[in-house]
T-cell receptor
């Protein structure tokens, strides 16, 4: 059974720092990996989706990488801002043909202070 | 505005009293799903639907029912709620293929069962 771990569980940084959030998974036979942002009272917002054949995806100050063989993904946030404060979740979808059930990590709670 | 809506947003009820949480999307998505989020456990999928009249179990379907009679709506039914169903519930939708593509989440419904 796929297990997804996110480290660290919580992170507090000053504004302007570049930071890396980690996501690891136990079964490398994945279809894709998604990074989400969760804000209190607002549900989840998809940030980046990496297909298994891709190594990275970029959107603005965000860059997500995927190393399927080692079971790892990182989310890099450049020049962090207080508005980046949220919980970041990664979710992995297994590669089996009939799989439509993603496995989520427990998230990294990020605080960026001015 | 493209969105997924859930109602109610907050609900306190008592054990055994049937309830329905509604979910509606205006993006003409084929795939819809329900998740619950519990501290320390992350998001877990309850049920999903690939299209109208097509539903299937997720990881934690016990105690829940769903129906998909219209493309835009996917209600979650708790026929006899119990305290262990106290949780934060999210509805999500996407185009055919579900989590193989970007998922859009509703704002969440916080349910307390006394």
């Amino acid at each position: 059974k796929q297990e997804v771990t996110q480290i660290p569980a919580a992170l507090s940084v000053p504004e302007g720092e570049n930071l890396v959030l980690n996501c690891s998974f136990t079964d490398s036979a994945i279809y894709n990996l998604q990074w989400f942002r969760q804000d209190p009272g607002k549900g989840l917002t998809s940030l980046l989706l990496i297909q298994s054949s891709q190594r990275e995806q970029t959107s603005g100050r965000l860059n997500a990488s995927l190393d399927k063989s080692s079971g790892r993904s990182t989310l890099y946030i450049a020049a962090s801002q207080p508005g980046d404060s949220a919980t970041y979740l990664c979710a992995v979808l297994h590669a089996s043909g009939g799989s439509y059930i993603p496995t989520f990590g427990r998230g990294t709670s990020l605080i960026v202070h001015p | 505005e493209a969105q997924v809506t859930q109602n109610p947003r907050y609900l306190i009820t008592v054990t055994g009293k049937k309830l329905t949480v509604t979910c509606s999307q205006n993006m003409n998505h084929e795939y819809m799903s329900w998740y619950r989020q519990d501290p320390g456990l992350g998001l877990r999928q309850i049920y999903y639907s690939m299209n109208v009249e097509v539903t299937d179990k997720g990881d934690v379907p016990e105690g829940y029912k769903v129906s998909r009679k219209e493309k835009r709506n996917f209600p979650l039914i708790l026929e006899s709620p119990s305290p262990n169903q106290t949780s934060l519930y999210f509805c999500a939708s996407s185009f055919a293929g579900g989590p193989r593509y970007t998922q859009y989440f509703g704002p969440g419904t916080r349910l307390t069962v006394l």
